[in-house]
C-alpha cells in the first residue's frame, strides 16, 4: 500500500514562490501533481517517472518544476511566478507506469493514478 504526504502549501502573492513535497512510502512508477479548484475539476499539473521524464499541463510550462529526490523518496513540485488562478487544492498521486510511461497523452490524468495524499491548499492572492 503506497502511502503518500504532502507538506509546503500556503498563501503568497501574485508573482510569489511555493515549493511542495511529498514524501512516500511503497513502490510507484509514476509521481505527480495534480490540483483541484473550488467548482473545478480536478486537473493533472506534472508528474515524473523513474527514468526523470516530465509532462507538465501547458498552464504551467516554465513556471512550476517538478522533481525527485529518490534517496529521501520525495518529489517536489517548485511554482514560481504564481498567479491567482493556480490557487487550489494540490494533490501528489503515485502509480505504475500505466499512469505516465504506457500511455500517448502529454499531461498527466487523475483517473490514471490510484494512490493519493491528503492535499495541501496553495492560495494566491492579487
Known amino acids: 500500500q503506497v502511502q503518500l504526504v504532502e507538506s509546503g502549501g500556503g498563501s503568497v502573492q501574485a508573482g510569489g514562490s511555493l515549493r511542495l513535497s511529498c514524501q512516500v512510502s511503497?513502490?510507484?512508477?509514476?509521481m505527480g501533481w495534480f490540483r483541484q479548484a473550488p467548482g473545478k475539476e480536478r486537473e493533472g499539473v506534472a508528474d515524473?517517472?523513474?527514468?526523470?521524464?516530465?509532462r507538465y499541463v501547458d498552464s504551467v510550462k516554465g513556471r512550476f518544476t517538478i522533481s525527485e529526490d529518490r534517496a529521501e523518496r520525495t518529489i517536489h513540485l517548485q511554482m514560481n511566478n504564481l498567479k491567482p488562478d493556480d490557487t487550489a487544492m494540490y494533490y501528489c498521486?503515485?502509480?505504475?507506469?500505466?499512469?505516465?510511461?504506457?500511455?500517448?497523452?502529454?499531461?498527466?490524468?487523475?483517473?490514471?493514478?490510484?494512490?493519493w495524499g491528503q492535499g495541501t491548499q496553495v492560495t494566491v492572492s492579487s
Open positions: 498521486a503515485a502509480d505504475g507506469p500505466g499512469a505516465c510511461y504506457y500511455t500517448s497523452t502529454l499531461y498527466p490524468v487523475p483517473t490514471a493514478y490510484k494512490q
Open positions: 511503497g513502490g510507484y512508477y509514476c
Open positions: 515524473i517517472d523513474q527514468a526523470g521524464r516530465t
